[in-house]
T-cell receptor, first 112, second 111 residues
């Protein structure tokens, strides 16, 4: 069974631009969560989607948004990029909301 | 106080020894606990999860949970150089699906 697939793997953007990251969960998994990983803050929760609805949101500004489609695929958008948004963005899927999370390979975003 | 605390290490053990990784958490209502392994430049990989007090064994890995002490640990028996990685402890938030992660313990297994 294929794992969680994230695209693209690497992105370089400049300040003020916006970016969209994509995530395809493991087949049959209905919950998709997004995390940001930085050397200083570690892994921090962004948001979770289940049945196309945002169920939970972390402590990030409104520039960070996401959505989930009917096939459980998810996208995350960051607008008006700042240098501090440079990070590894990880998508994780789980079978149900209380199941273990499985992470994708991540998208490494660099903002210059 | 952070939700999940781990000793950042580094922790070095000789090949074949037992590596012991520890984690404490602050939310007494937490019910689900996870250990992830992350190699440098890679994403976290789930290696163990535990929901009940006591021990849970899977191959060379044993997860231990003590809810009264709010303590989770991971034992790696017969440590191999390929076990060298950062180990992340994660706790599911009460009533939600998001995980709180510790900062990770870097383990080095010396051949």
């Amino acid at each position: 069974k294929a794992g969680v697939t994230q695209t693209p793997r690497y992105l370089i953007k400049t300040r003020g631009q916006q970016v969209t990251l994509s995530c395809s969960p493991i087949s049959g998994h209905r919950s998709v969560s997004w995390y940001q990983q930085t050397p200083g803050q570690g892994l921090q929760f962004l948001f979770e989607y289940f049945s196309e609805t945002q169920r939970n949101k972390g402590n990030f500004p409104g520039r960070f948004s996401g959505r989930q489609f009917s096939n459980s695929r998810s996208e995350m958008n960051v607008s008006t990029l700042e240098l501090g948004d440079s990070a590894l963005y990880l998508c994780a899927s789980s079978l149900e909301r209380n199941s273990p999370l499985h992470f994708g390979n991540g998208t490494r975003l660099t903002v210059t | 106080q952070k939700e999940v605390e781990q000793n950042s290490g580094p922790l070095s053990v000789p090949e074949g020894a037992i590596a012991s990784l520890n984690c404490t958490y602050s939310d007494r209502g937490s019910q689900s606990f996870f250990w992830y392994r992350q190699y440098s430049g890679k994403s976290p990989e789930l290696i163990m999860f535990i929901y009940s007090n006591g021990d849970k064994e899977d191959g060379r890995f044993t997860a231990q949970l003590n809810k009264a002490s709010q303590y989770v640990s991971l034992l790696i028996r017969d440590s191999q150089p390929s076990d060298s990685a950062t180990y992340l402890c994660a706790v599911r938030a009460t009533g939600a699906n998001n995980l709180f992660f510790g900062t990770g313990t870097r383990l080095t297994v010396i051949p």
